[in-house]
Protein backbone atom coordinates (compact mmCIF):
# COMPACT_ATOMS: atom_id res chain seq x y z
CA UNK A 1 0.00 0.00 0.00
CA UNK A 2 1.24 3.92 -0.47
CA UNK A 3 0.25 5.65 2.83
CA UNK A 4 1.79 9.21 1.24
CA UNK A 5 1.74 10.67 -2.11
CA UNK A 6 4.23 14.36 -2.39
CA UNK A 7 3.36 16.65 -4.73
CA UNK A 8 4.20 19.76 -5.57
CA UNK A 9 7.59 19.73 -6.86
CA UNK A 10 9.13 21.65 -10.07
CA UNK A 11 11.25 24.29 -10.67
CA UNK A 12 11.68 27.24 -9.33
CA UNK A 13 13.55 30.37 -9.47
CA UNK A 14 15.87 31.87 -6.58
CA UNK A 15 13.91 34.06 -4.22
CA UNK A 16 10.49 32.42 -5.64
CA UNK A 17 7.50 30.39 -3.89
CA UNK A 18 6.43 26.53 -4.10
CA UNK A 19 4.15 24.76 -1.82
CA UNK A 20 4.47 20.70 -1.58
CA UNK A 21 1.69 18.41 -0.84
CA UNK A 22 1.59 15.23 0.74
CA UNK A 23 -1.66 13.18 0.64
CA UNK A 24 -2.33 10.54 3.36
CA UNK A 25 -4.48 7.26 3.22
CA UNK A 26 -4.03 6.84 7.03
CA UNK A 27 -5.08 9.42 9.37
CA UNK A 28 -2.92 12.43 10.31
CA UNK A 29 -4.82 13.95 12.87
CA UNK A 30 -2.60 12.23 15.54
CA UNK A 31 0.47 11.75 13.57
CA UNK A 32 3.80 13.30 13.96
CA UNK A 33 4.24 14.50 10.18
CA UNK A 34 7.90 15.65 8.80
CA UNK A 35 9.29 16.70 5.55
CA UNK A 36 12.77 15.30 4.94
CA UNK A 37 15.41 15.96 1.73
CA UNK A 38 17.80 15.04 0.01
CA UNK A 39 20.23 16.14 -2.37
CA UNK A 40 22.71 14.29 -5.03
CA UNK A 41 25.71 12.99 -2.52
CA UNK A 42 24.17 14.27 0.21
CA UNK A 43 22.04 12.41 3.15
CA UNK A 44 18.67 12.59 4.17
CA UNK A 45 18.44 15.82 5.75
CA UNK A 46 15.66 17.05 7.95
CA UNK A 47 13.76 20.26 7.55
CA UNK A 48 10.55 20.69 9.35
CA UNK A 49 8.20 18.89 11.75
CA UNK A 50 4.55 18.86 12.81
CA UNK A 51 3.17 17.58 15.78
CA UNK A 52 -0.80 16.52 16.43
CA UNK A 53 -1.21 19.60 18.12
CA UNK A 54 0.36 21.89 15.20
CA UNK A 55 3.08 22.93 17.24
CA UNK A 56 6.09 23.05 14.64
CA UNK A 57 9.98 22.53 14.23
CA UNK A 58 12.62 23.68 11.80
CA UNK A 59 15.69 22.89 10.33
CA UNK A 60 17.67 26.29 10.90
CA UNK A 61 18.85 26.25 7.12
CA UNK A 62 14.77 27.06 6.10
CA UNK A 63 13.44 29.15 9.59
CA UNK A 64 11.64 31.56 8.51
CA UNK A 65 11.61 30.61 4.71
CA UNK A 66 9.14 27.54 4.92
CA UNK A 67 6.18 26.90 6.92
CA UNK A 68 4.77 23.52 7.61
CA UNK A 69 1.06 22.99 7.75
CA UNK A 70 -1.73 20.48 7.74
CA UNK A 71 -5.74 20.34 6.88
CA UNK A 72 -6.85 18.01 8.53
CA UNK A 73 -10.46 18.27 6.46
CA UNK A 74 -8.21 16.99 3.31
CA UNK A 75 -5.83 14.62 5.26
CA UNK A 76 -3.29 16.34 3.86
CA UNK A 77 0.09 18.13 4.45
CA UNK A 78 1.66 20.89 3.09
CA UNK A 79 5.47 22.59 2.83
CA UNK A 80 5.48 26.24 1.58
CA UNK A 81 8.60 27.61 0.89
CA UNK A 82 9.13 31.20 0.19
CA UNK A 83 12.64 33.12 -0.85
CA UNK A 84 13.81 29.37 -2.03
CA UNK A 85 17.72 29.40 -2.55
CA UNK A 86 19.63 27.48 -4.91
CA UNK A 87 21.19 25.23 -2.00
CA UNK A 88 16.93 24.20 -1.57
CA UNK A 89 17.59 21.84 -4.82
CA UNK A 90 16.52 18.25 -3.55
CA UNK A 91 13.89 15.26 -3.27
CA UNK A 92 11.72 16.23 -0.27
CA UNK A 93 9.97 13.26 1.29
CA UNK A 94 6.86 13.76 3.33
CA UNK A 95 6.89 11.43 6.45
CA UNK A 96 4.87 10.26 9.14
CA UNK A 97 4.94 8.71 12.21
CA UNK A 98 1.40 7.12 13.58
CA UNK A 99 1.90 6.06 16.89
CA UNK A 100 3.82 7.61 19.38
CA UNK A 101 5.02 10.70 20.30
CA UNK A 102 6.96 13.55 18.30
CA UNK A 103 10.41 15.14 19.64
CA UNK A 104 12.34 18.20 18.38
CA UNK A 105 14.72 15.82 18.06
CA UNK A 106 13.38 13.95 15.51
CA UNK A 107 14.66 16.54 12.61
CA UNK A 108 17.61 14.62 12.85
CA UNK A 109 16.46 10.72 12.95
CA UNK A 110 14.53 10.03 9.82
CA UNK A 111 14.47 6.09 11.05
CA UNK A 112 11.87 7.22 13.51
CA UNK A 113 9.22 7.47 10.67
CA UNK A 114 7.88 4.88 9.70
CA UNK A 115 6.08 5.68 6.54
CA UNK A 116 7.46 7.56 3.74
CA UNK A 117 6.30 8.98 0.31
CA UNK A 118 7.88 8.49 -3.17
CA UNK A 119 9.46 11.74 -3.34
CA UNK A 120 9.24 14.80 -5.21
CA UNK A 121 11.45 16.33 -7.05
CA UNK A 122 12.40 20.44 -6.14
CA UNK A 123 14.90 22.42 -8.79
CA UNK A 124 16.57 25.94 -8.68
CA UNK A 125 17.21 28.08 -10.97
CA UNK A 126 19.43 31.16 -10.47
Known amino acids: QRILEESGGGSVQAGGSLRLSCSAT???????MAWFRQAPGKEREGVAL???????HYADSVKGRFTISKDSAKNTLYLQMNGVKPEDAAMYYC?????????????????????WGQGTQVTVSS
Open 26 to 32: GYMGSAC
Open 50 to 56: LYNTDST
Open 95 to 115: AARFLGVCSDGYIYDPGRFGS
